[in-house]
């Protein structure tokens, strides 16, 4: 229901944009605190940015504050994720998810639906 897209490969410095489309007429991002999660190879899930149901409220992680933007269109069923600045320990997996606290959490165990992922590679 979730479909992540926008991966690629890029050199460092540079920049991407994903974009997260909910799919189904049940599935209406409006009702879903929408975080952004990533995965290297080896590592754990970790959190990236969340934003609230409204739009109203952001958080980021301590590694992408200042680089990276979530944003979202309610009308459009679509969350977003500005990466600028890229660096190679960006390199991962990238997830969106839906989380039905109004405000969305950092932990990956709040989320009951999640997107299939878009590779992004930061080249250095």
């Known amino acids: 229901q979730l479909q992540a897209s926008g991966g690629g490969l890029v050199q460092a410095g540079g920049s991407l944009r994903l974009s997260c489309a909910a799919s189904?007429?049940?599935?209406?991002?409006?009702?879903?605190?929408m975080g952004w999660f990533r995965q290297a190879p080896g590592k754990e899930r970790e959190f990236v940015a969340v934003?609230?149901?409204?739009?109203?409220?952001?958080k980021y992680a301590d590694s992408v504050k200042g680089r990276f933007t979530i944003s979202r269109d309610n009308a459009k069923n679509t969350v977003y994720l500005q990466m600028n600045s890229l660096k190679p320990e960006d390199t991962a997996v990238y997830y969106c998810?839906?989380?039905?606290?109004?405000?969305?959490?950092?932990?990956?165990?709040?989320?009951?639906?999640w997107g299939q992922g878009t590779q992004v590679t930061v080249s250095s």
């Open positions: 998810a839906a989380d039905q606290d109004l405000y969305g959490s950092v932990s990956p165990n709040s989320y009951d639906s």
């Open positions: 189904g007429r049940a599935f209406s991002i409006s009702r879903y605190g």
């Open positions: 934003i609230s149901r409204s739009g109203g409220s952001t």
